[in-house]
Every structure is written in structure tokens, then in C-alpha cells.
């Protein structure tokens, strides 16, 4: 076994203890040895205990413990009487069980809701730095590190900790006065919509003539993080579409429509991406840790429904009111209008929740006839319910962002067979191990 790379960089992992959230119970490891792992977002001792991961003053570290660093470090009650379902999910996947891992945690587990409480659960993980590559590793997140630092888990606690304050409000519009007459109306700014295969992830991207808008910035296996890091050919075998389309525009956001790092990971892999990306929306509501990041600072803000005007066509956003909370029902969905066409964009936010959701203009969503649709959560089983009508049969668009997860299984069968048989043109690639750009509609 060879010696692991030490980590030179001006962000090293601190010595012996992480405070740390949960991000993914299932995540599958970007570096050797590729394990699915316990994917946690942490801050250091020091900085936990100050709270300066409140005012964008602390490094913030990704950790990926592999789940059988997990059982042999014992976690201490109640926190292994909360892993040890996902620790039997991960034995009976390994003994060859077929049916779909769930993602979706509780409430009290969800680690970034800001309701007013003053105490939230936080884990305390213990290790020590290993000289050779182990089952986890960890490394500082948006700052550029290359290598993670590997680690042998002591220990995971649930401890008590303070609760993350919420970034600001996006500013309302302030409504523009009415616009003098013009001899002929001005040429439109074309307008393009593209979807991108990103493995176990989802990333879509609108632009309108300069400006570009990010519509979730993740991805996940096939894609690795190495492979992202290697960068285009020639200097790398990587290719990335969205690399290409986003270099001619002169101004980009982003909005992440919820939590998990699988919809906005990009933002780690390349630090030039967050550095171009102007403002980062999330859900109003939310207070996701790795975006307390210093290197962030200034661009994250917090918004409920709202519109963005794209010339002649709008993008429509909606907080979600589900009628029973956990971490994918915290979120954004958009809808596009363009043209007379109809394009969605729900997250991991299922078909089956609008109707019951709080949301008006989410309960209205219901049976619209879409011309395209990015799947919610990945094609899980969970989307084949009430999927929206193919505005033109065999023409509409259903669109897979999945990947090859062992455990996940995305996009699984029923999914697929529900969107075909609603009249779509379905459009998943799970194998593709660079990000390719899809037009929609």
C-alpha cells in the first residue's frame, strides 16, 4: 500500500476533532477506497465552541467515513440507535438486496433547519490524522485542496450544539418605473435551457443572453472528485460541458434547491465556479453549514417564492410547504415558462407531494402537461407517482440526472416506465463519467 499524500495547503484538517452535521447517510466515496460512507459537513473544536461558523469566520470540512469505520468506531447512544438502521441497509446491499436505499432523514436529523431552537443536535467525531490511505478521509471545503487527509475514526458522539443562523433575505425587486415609448420593440435576448447529465446529482443551467442562472450545481458518482480536478482534455481526460457553456457569460447565479451536497457540491470541486457565482438562493428556512464558509462570504442568501424575469419567459420559484417535513421537502421548485412551454424543475421533491403541499402555487402544479422535466430525486421509486402529463406525446422531455450508486440504484425501473408511459421522451445516461450538456426542451 503506498503512502498517502500529505496535504500542503494553507486549509489543513484540524488535529483530532470535528463538530460536524450529517449531509448524506449514503454517500459513495469520491477517493480511494470508494466505499459508500457517512457523508458529515464539520467545523473545528475551537470554532464550534466560538460559534464563528455563525459569522462566516470559520473553515468549514467535509468528512467521509466509510460505514464500516462507522460500526468499528461504536458510536455512543442515541447516535448509533439512529445509524444503526443505514448501517443494516448498508450489510444487506453488500449481501446483494435489490431494493432502493432512502435518503431521506427526519426532521430532528435534517442539520440545517433554522426554527427557532436553541439547541441542535450536532455530532462530535474523534480521530488521528493516518500516514496511509484508510477507509475516511476529510478535507476543507471551496478552498481549493486537491488531496483529502486520510483518518483512523475514534469516535462519533451526538452532542448538544448551537443552532446555525439563517443567511439574509434576497432583497425584494424594487418595481421599475414604467419604460418610455420606443419607436420598435427591442430584438429579444435569446434564451437557452440545458440540463446536465452530472452522475448522482443534478445540475441545470438557463442562460439569457449574458447572464447564466444555475438551477442546482452537484454531482456524484461516476463523477469523482479527482477527475473534475484533472480538468479538460489536454491537461486532463475530463470533459465538462458545463465548464464550456458558462464561459461566455458575463454574470451567474445559483440556486440551490435544497440541502444535500449532491445539488451543489460543483461549488467545492471548483473554486473559479463559486468565485463567478455572483449570489447563492437557498430555501428560506434553511441553514446549511458549508455555506457558512468564509470563502462564500457575501453570496448566500435565504428566498421563499419569488420570480425571475427572463425576458419574455419566467422562471417561477416555490418554497415548499410539505405536510410532513424532512430533508427533501425543505426546498425550491421552479417552473419555467417560455414560449408557451412548460419546463420543471423540482429537485428531490416528488410529484405525489404537490397535492398535498401548502404552497398554492406548488398544489397548482398538479396534472400541468410539462414539455420537459428534470426527474425529482434522481428517478427514485418515489417519482413514479403522479407524473405530470407529456405536453406533446413523444416529444416532452423527461430527463434522468442518475447515476451508478450501488445502493440508490437510480433511475430505477418503475420511474423510467411511468415517465415513457406519460408521453415522454425519456433521457438517462447513468455510465457517463464526464458531465455532458442535454438542450431542453
Known sequence: MTDAPRNKNAYPLPKGTLYARLDQRYAIQDYAPDLPCLRLVGVSAGDFQARAFNEAQAEVFLLDIAWHDVCRSRPHDPLWEALRPSFRRYLEQDAGRDDEWDDEWDDEWDGNDTDAQAVVPWIKVRYRRARRP???????????????????????????????????????????PAPAPVPAPPMATPLSVTAFHVGQGMCSLITHGQHGLLLDCGAGTPIKRPAYLAGPAPAGPFINDLHTAIQPLSTLEAIVSHADSDHWRLLDWDPALAAGVGRIIVPVGLAPLPFKSPALAGKVVAAGDHTVPLGTATLSVMRTAPSCADSNGKALVAR????????????????????????????ALVGVPCDAVVVPHHGSDGSKHAVPPAAVAGVSKAFFSAGNHSGYKHPRATSLAAHAGAGYAVISNTLLAHIAAQPLP
Open 134 to 176: 484508510t477507509g475516511s478521509y476529510g478535507y476543507c471545503l471551496f478552498q481549493g485542496v486537491r488531496t483529502p487527509t486520510y483518518l483512523h475514526i475514534m469516535s462519533l458522539q451526538l452532542v448538544a450544539g448551537p443552532a446555525i443562523t439563517p443567511p439574509p433575505l434576497l432583497p425584494l425587486p424594487v418595481p421599475a
Open 336 to 363: 419555467l415558462s417560455m414560449d408557451g412551454q412548460t419546463l420543471l424543475f423540482p429537485g428531490d421533491y416528488h410529484y405525489n407531494r404537490f397535492a398535498s403541499d401548502g404552497n398554492p402555487s406548488i398544489k
